[in-house]
């Protein structure tokens, strides 16, 4: 195995040295933090068993108890964490998680996804030791259902690890989970728990491609759809990590420090378990996957010296690099390939209401609306509850039996932010997207973000439909609307964009190659000619073609696209091209990602919050919440429970349509 972690065997090593090094350090009045944590974090966990042996040699006393003494809060627990042999790590991990008031099910699914039979086995044994009782037994009485019974099999610790790949078998059994899911009503989890809980790793991915040709969806968009809860998080931490261990830690470690405070002992544990195993790999995965290396976001996240020594740990600073490890470019090639092989199943929140009837539908609005107080209640529930489709049949059959305008009844009834949401949902998609268009560049600052998300994400016919209405609604036309509010070459990007002119059809890959060759060779020539370069490929190019063309870039330049596109440009055409890469590897995810931007922090982004639920939700919106509970470990439905109120917020749980 190639050693890929930044921590190793320190040459010379001298454990008696080293125990009265420490012993120095931890005697007197106060301790010398920086010498603790710069002998502790250079040695191998090996070698820090040496020091505890030889330290109780030379002091009569225990390392570990004095460390807890001497040191406080989160820096305590880190280093007393790295003297800890990895099994013993872990079945504290594992304890603490199931012991106690309430169980911490992503230290779980997180430990027991992630380990290799022999690491399953000496953390049984250690926990064992430890602790007097059974690990399986805990995990039982602390666990229920499938959930229950994937954790036990994982714990038993018996994946084949052969390499044997029968290709036979492996047609069969993406035929059987095919069958037990996407094929049937109802799912068989025990086929789901048999197959992904005891194959190899090579037999399981080859088993994820052949899958996807079967179901003409991937794995893990069936494990959405079919599956929920722990078990729904658990199966998927298993297929990530198939696909690749160091990227399920890289998205782990992102988690735990994105937003609002630090989960600080998921960061702990991983920054321990993967030191000396792959922590340059999940250093290039995590700067593949997000906007900052691992160290900025440490060094942002954290302070004192438990920022210096998870630093320590962390290793170096890849956004200083700008290149790949080789096994982190394969990584980025599969990921586009994956993104090419994908078809995913897009899935509505809001259907045509069955036995629909217009005339009703009217009667009751204006039912709703007449005399003293507004009935919202009922306005919502026809109006979010019924597709657009519908919506503009009511709207017509509103004036033909009571010759009476719904908009304006609408608007003279409701008020804020409801008054805006009911508005939207009564627009044609065309007349919302041109309307949303308008607002973004009237009054005194432009919204650059609404701009690019809508130009980015909506196909020629959508562009196309949304210029006629902005045309007949204010009498000028879109393109010169952009041309007035913008300039230089984010203009010339939008203006691009507006035409509804990207091709269409399939991929053809000889072009693609000598795409992916002209992005590489531009990132060396002058940076109008590299954006100009990059316009005439990501504006024009069907977004099949452009997954094909990322992937080939890796191969070209050694490089990602995003990176560059990241640290080579800036503002608002850095913005632009990045939302479209980004609808390329997988727009629902796009959209989580502006929806959570939408709602995180101080305030709430209504406008935006408004045209993405609106927008989305008769084509994507389950995709999209299913990708916002994966990367923010929290649902959709809880983000805008929490951060809005009252018959607005009722109307914005209709459009969303369930709880994850």
Not at 642 to 653: A, P
Request: net charge negative.
């Amino acid at each position: 195995m190639v050693f890929r972690g930044t921590v190793s065997d320190a040459p010379d090593f001298d454990p008696t040295a080293d125990a009265e090094a420490l012993y120095n350090a931890m005697k007197g009045l106060g301790s010398d933090k920086e010498t603790i944590l710069d002998l502790i974090c250079s040695r191998s966990n090996a070698q820090r068993q040496e020091m505890i042996t030889a330290y109780k040699s030379s002091f009569g006393k225990d390392l570990i108890e004095d460390l807890k003494y001497e040191l406080t809060g989160k820096f305590e627990r880190l280093i007393v964490s790295l003297m800890r042999t990895p099994a013993y790590h872990d079945a504290k991990e594992i304890h603490d998680a199931v012991k106690g008031a309430g169980t911490n099910e992503r230290c779980l699914i997180e430990v027991l996804a992630s380990r290799n039979n022999k690491q399953m086995h000496d953390m049984v044994a250690a926990y064992k030791d430890a602790y007097g009782g059974d690990i399986e037994e805990d995990v039982i009485a602390d666990t229920s259902g499938h959930f229950k019974k994937m954790l036990i099999v994982l714990l038993q610790g018996t994946r084949d690890e052969s390499g044997v790949v029968d290709a036979d078998l492996v047609e069969q059994d993406a035929q059987d989970l095919y069958a037990a899911g996407e094929e049937q009503w109802g799912t068989d989890e025990a086929k789901f728990i048999m197959i992904l809980g005891n194959r190899s790793v090579t037999h399981l991915r080859m088993v994820f491609d052949a899958y996807e040709k079967v179901a003409e969806v991937s794995i893990e968009d069936s494990i959405k759809s079919e599956l929920s809860g722990d078990f729904e998080r658990l199966m998927l931490a298993v297929v990530q990590c198939i696909r690749s261990v160091p990227m399920f830690f890289a998205k782990r470690l992102y988690k735990s420090m994105k937003g609002l405070g630090t989960a600080d002992n998921t960061l702990i544990r991983i920054m321990i378990c993967r030191s000396e195993i792959d922590m340059l790999d999940i250093r290039e995965c995590f700067r593949l996957g997000y906007e900052k290396s691992l160290h900025h976001m440490i060094q942002d996240d954290t302070s004192g010296d438990y920022k210096r020594t998870l630093l320590k740990l962390c290793g170096g600073d890849d956004d200083l690099a700008g290149e790949f490890f080789p096994e982190a470019a394969q990584i980025a090639y599969k990921m586009w390939e994956l993104s090419a092989m994908t078809k995913v199943q897009l899935r509505p929140t809001v259907r045509p209401a069955s036995d629909f009837d217009p005339a009703a539908d009217a009667q009751a609005l204006r039912k709703a609306m007449k005399g003293f107080g507004t009935d919202e209640d009922a306005i919502i529930d026809i109006i979010a509850q019924r597709s657009n489709d519908q919506r503009q049949e009511i709207r017509q059959t509103f004036k033909s039996l009571l010759g009476r305008d719904l908009m304006k009844d609408l608007k003279s009834e409701l008020s804020k932010n409801l008054e805006r949401l009911i508005i939207a949902l009564m627009l044609t998609p065309a007349e919302f997207n041109a309307k949303m268009m308008k607002k973004a560049m009237e009054g005194a600052g432009t919204d650059e973000h609404a701009l690019i998300e809508i130009l980015v994400t909506r196909s020629n016919e959508e562009i196309h439909a949304m210029n006629a209405a902005y045309q007949q609604a204010y009498k000028t036309s879109l393109e010169e609307a952009i041309q007035s509010d913008t300039s230089g070459h984010f203009c010339r990007i939008l203006v691009s964009l507006v035409q509804g002119a990207r091709e269409e059809g399939p991929v053809d890959v000889e072009r693609s190659n000598s795409d992916a060759q002209e992005l590489a060779d531009a990132c060396n020539a002058e940076s109008d000619d590299m954006e100009m370069k990059f316009m005439s490929i990501l504006c024009t190019r069907s977004f099949s073609h452009l997954r094909r063309v990322f992937q080939e870039f890796v191969r070209c330049s050694n490089k990602d696209i995003e990176q560059i596109i990241k640290k080579e440009m800036s503002g608002d055409v850095k913005n632009a091209f990045y939302a479209i890469v980004r609808s390329v590897k997988n727009q629902p995810s796009y959209f989580a990602d502006r929806l959570y931007k939408a709602m995180k922090g101080l305030g709430t982004d209504d406008r935006a919050l408004i045209r993405i639920m609106v927008s989305r939700s008769e084509t994507d919106l389950f995709n999209i919440r299913k990708e916002f509970k994966e990367t923010q470990d929290a649902s959709l439905h809880e983000f805008i429970q929490g951060d809005t109120s009252g018959d607005y917020r009722k109307t914005l749980l209709i459009l969303c349509g369930g709880e994850d």
